[in-house]
């Protein structure tokens, strides 16, 4: 069993930044392909970033492409998710997954999930 807990979030001002961090515990943190989703009160889950095993290739969604990195060290079992740019809409409860094969922007190709840390951005 693979144990995930996210950290990191807050509150923060439009155009400001944040860096969220993941830590894995119970599993081969290695072999998972990670990512990140997240959801705001009202609307659906949705994908923001993936990463594969060893951080060789990464996969944004569109609406965060060029203002997210998603990063990962194998030595410490985490991954990163930096947050530049900021926007309102961006708010949300970002949650972290790993998965056996899950280089994807799917969420039932993950196996395992967090509880999520919140991200408030306030225009």
């Known amino acids: 069993q693979v144990q995930l807990v996210e950290s990191g979030g807050g509150l923060v001002q439009a155009g400001g930044s944040l860096r969220l961090s993941c830590a894995a515990s119970?599993?081969?943190?290695?072999?998972?392909?990670m990512g990140w989703f997240r959801q705001a009160p009202g609307k659906a889950r949705e994908f923001v970033a993936t990463?594969?095993?060893?951080?060789?290739?990464?996969y944004y969604a569109d609406s965060v492409k060029g203002r997210f990195t998603i990063s990962r060290d194998n030595a410490k079992n985490t991954v990163y998710l930096q947050m530049n740019s900021l926007k309102p809409e961006d708010t949300a409860v970002y949650i972290c997954?790993?998965?056996?094969?899950?280089?994807?922007?799917?969420?039932?190709?993950?196996?395992?999930w967090g509880q999520g840390t919140q991200v408030t951005v306030s225009s």
């Open positions: 997954a790993a998965g056996v094969n899950a280089y994807s922007s799917l969420w039932p190709d993950y196996d395992y």
């Open positions: 119970g599993g081969t943190f290695s072999s998972y392909v």
């Open positions: 990463i594969r095993r060893s951080g060789s290739s990464t």
